[in-house]
Nanobody, 122 residues
Framework: QVHLVESGGGSVQAGGSLRLSCAAS????????VAWFRQAPGNEREAVAR????????YVADSMRGRFTISQDNAKNTVYLQMNSLKPEDTGVYYC???????????????WGQGTQVTVSS
């Protein structure tokens, strides 16, 4: 497992932007995949985007493609989630996770950050 710390959350109006950061203590052979998930009150945790760190292969969930971008800075062991054109339904706690299985399911990731709150007002 690795230690993950998210930052960059906050409150914005609809149409605004935020960039979330996920800083890792290190990425190992057991944690080549990093993903962002989000969870709104009363809802299940939802996959947002993922990236295969060694190969820099990014993917964004269909419902957010075109607005969200995932990227990485290997020198800083940091993965970013750029969120543009935010909507009130994007509100929730955003978590980054790392693991060996690069999929959309939360159980494929064994390291999780503490989460950062994103609130989008209309």
């Amino acid at each position: 497992q690795v230690h993950l710390v998210e930052s960059g959350g906050g409150s914005v109006q609809a149409g605004g932007s935020l960039r979330l950061s996920c800083a890792a203590s290190e990425y190992t052979a057991n944690t080549p995949c990093v993903a962002w998930f989000r969870q709104a009150p009363g809802n299940e945790r939802e996959a947002v985007a993922r990236i295969y760190v060694p190969g820099d292969r990014p993917y964004v969930a269909d419902s957010m493609r075109g607005r969200f971008t995932i990227s990485q800075d290997n020198a800083k062991n940091t993965v970013y989630l750029q969120m543009n054109s935010l909507k009130p339904e994007d509100t929730g706690v955003y978590y980054c996770a790392a693991g060996v299985r690069c999929g959309w399911l939360a159980d494929g990731y064994n390291s999780w950050g503490q989460g950062t709150q994103v609130t989008v007002s209309s």
